[in-house]
């Protein structure tokens, strides 16, 4: 006999899965796209500025960032 409770579990359980991954990897998508914008910002205020202290806020921010460690676990 089949455990209905069990598997009406198990398929609600694998949609809420499925559909949290793809909440995921939409919001991974934006923040990739957020980041690329304020780099290259950074990257124009730093071109763009006449002040020295502000080039050297963004270049400090732009190496910071790009320092950062990159983990890729696909």
Same mark, same amino acid.
């Given at each position: 006999?089949?455990?209905?409770?069990?598997?009406?579990?198990?398929?609600?359980?694998?949609?809420?899965?499925?559909?949290?991954?793809?909440?995921?990897?939409?919001?991974?998508?934006? !923040?990739?796209? =957020?980041?690329? %914008?304020?780099?290259? @910002?950074?990257?124009? *205020? /730093?071109? !763009?500025?006449? =002040?020295?202290? %502000?080039?050297?806020? @963004?270049?400090?921010? *732009? /190496?910071?960032?790009?320092?950062?460690?990159?983990?890729?676990?696909?």
């Amino acid at each position: 006999m089949i455990d209905w409770s069990y598997f009406v579990a198990k398929i609600v359980t694998m949609v809420a899965s499925w559909l949290d991954a793809g909440n995921l990897r939409n919001r991974v998508y934006k !923040m990739a796209e =957020e980041a690329e %914008i304020m780099m290259t @910002a950074l990257e124009d *205020i /730093e071109r !763009m500025s006449r =002040e020295d202290n %502000i080039k050297r806020y @963004a270049r400090t921010a *732009i /190496e910071t960032v790009k320092g950062l460690p990159v983990e890729d676990d696909y």
